[in-house]
């Protein structure tokens, strides 16, 4: 039998002049970067918070608190690997991440498929198990209008129920 756990994410970040701008753990090269204390991946925050939250071991705020000054300029690839670690000795799985990513710019359909991929390295997972969407808000709100990037994730973890006997 199996235990599966669903776990829901969200980050936003505004854009920042001189900063890079990361991903799903991948640069952007020539595009304005991301307002935070670490590097500000706000699609790989927001894979944290469900894989955190599916688990009921927190968020990332608690773990990674912007007042340490270990997590400046933090790799956020890092983190999600930290947290994948922190999983699988807890027992869980991921099954499957399911992603979207809101913003007028930049255009994630060209780096899409090398997002899914890194996502998948990093948990060690196929990329079929891996989705991720970019959409436009239409130029409602803060991300409609440019001034940065929301994103949301939705994670499910499994966890076989050791036999008794």
Known sequence: MNN???????DSHRFEPGRRLVLGGVEF????????HSDADALLHAVIDALLGA????DIGARYP???LRWKD????ALLADVARDLAAA????????????CERPKLRPKVDAIRARIAEILGLDASAVSVKG????????AGAGLGVVCHAVAL???KEQDEH
Do not use: H
Request: cysteine-free; proline content about 2%; charged content about 20%.
């Open 4 to 10: 599966f756990r669903i776990g829901y994410g969200y």
């Open 29 to 36: 090269p020539g595009e304005t970067g991301l307002r935070g």
């Open 55 to 58: 688990a009921a071991m927190g």
């Open 66 to 68: 912007d007042t340490d």
């Open 74 to 77: 933090a790799d956020s690839a």
């Open 91 to 102: 027992g869980w799985s991921v099954a499957n991440i399911d992603a979207t990513v809101i």
């Open 135 to 142: 959409k436009t808000n239409e130029g409602m709100d803060a």
């Open 157 to 159: 973890l499994t966890r």
